[in-house]
Antibody, heavy 120, light 107 residues
Framework: QITLKESGPTLVKPTQTLTLTCTFSGFSLSTSGVGVGWIRQPPGKALEWLALIYWNDDKRYSPSLKSRLTITKDTSKNQVVLTMTNMDPVDTATYYC????????????WGQGTLVTVSS | EIVLTQSPATLSLSPGERATLSCRASQSVSSYLAWYQQKPGQAPRLLIYDASNRATGIPARFSGSGSGTDFTLTISSLEPEDFAVYYCQQRSNWLFTFGPGTKVDIK
């Protein structure tokens, strides 16, 4: 079965760079149509899509955050890494990674999420 | 960037009642719209994709309709486990946005 799990720091200081890793199993990021995306959710607020990487290394970013985000993949390790620069307290949120299949092209499997707090 | 609005913000209903949730896009997204359900402390779950297709394992009481800019999620008869927050999400021009959500709570 498909599983995803986010890992990374729970606390970062303002201006620091956040690096999150999504480790997955049950699928390969070399399979045509497959992708992994990142979505975040501030406490008590709505979901916000951040970035997505496809099997062919095509990358998509939220226009409002594009300058701060980088998404990469390591197919051999079954991992996707998201970096976000210049962190601010408003970036405090639960960060999710999620799978996209070539069939539906929507987020059909999600990780449990990891809460990242930005504070000095 | 395409903006999604959802209405109402909160829907207070009783078990067994019909729920109708609305999602409107700032410009046409064709049928590239999905609905997710999220319960407290859990990740979202995909319910409907491409406006009207139920995802794997989703009960038939959930249905979606619409195209272009106006979409609807209908829950035909609310079960106790359906009280949650529902988000719509579009994928147009290979970019994604979510709506602000509709909370369905118990009246």
């Amino acid at each position: 079965q498909i599983t995803l799990k986010e890992s990374g720091p729970t606390l970062v200081k303002p201006t620091q760079t956040l690096t999150l890793t999504c480790t997955f199993s049950g699928f390969s990021l070399s399979t045509s149509g497959v992708g992994v995306g990142w979505i975040r959710q501030p406490p008590g607020k709505a979901l916000e899509w951040l970035a997505l990487i496809y099997w062919n290394d095509d990358k998509r970013y939220s226009p409002s955050l594009k300058s701060r985000l980088t998404i990469t993949k390591d197919t051999s390790k079954n991992q996707v890494v998201l970096t976000m620069t210049n962190m601010d307290p408003v970036d405090t949120a639960t960060y999710y990674c999620a799978h996209i299949s070539g069939d539906s092209d929507y987020f059909d499997y999600w990780g449990q999420g990891t809460l990242v707090t930005v504070s000095s | 960037e395409i903006v999604l609005t959802q209405s109402p913000a909160t829907l207070s209903l009783s078990p067994g009642e019909r729920a109708t949730l609305s999602c409107r896009a700032s410009q046409s997204v064709s049928s590239y719209l999905a609905w997710y359900q999220q319960k407290p402390g859990q990740a979202p779950r995909l319910l409907i994709y491409d406006a009207s297709n139920r995802a794997t394992g989703i009960p038939a009481r959930f249905s979606g309709s619409g195209s272009g800019t106006d979409f609807t999620l209908t829950i035909s008869s609310l079960e106790p486990e359906d009280f949650a927050v529902y988000y719509c999400q579009q994928r147009s021009n290979w970019l994604f946005t979510f709506g602000p959500g509709t909370k369905v709570d118990i009246k």
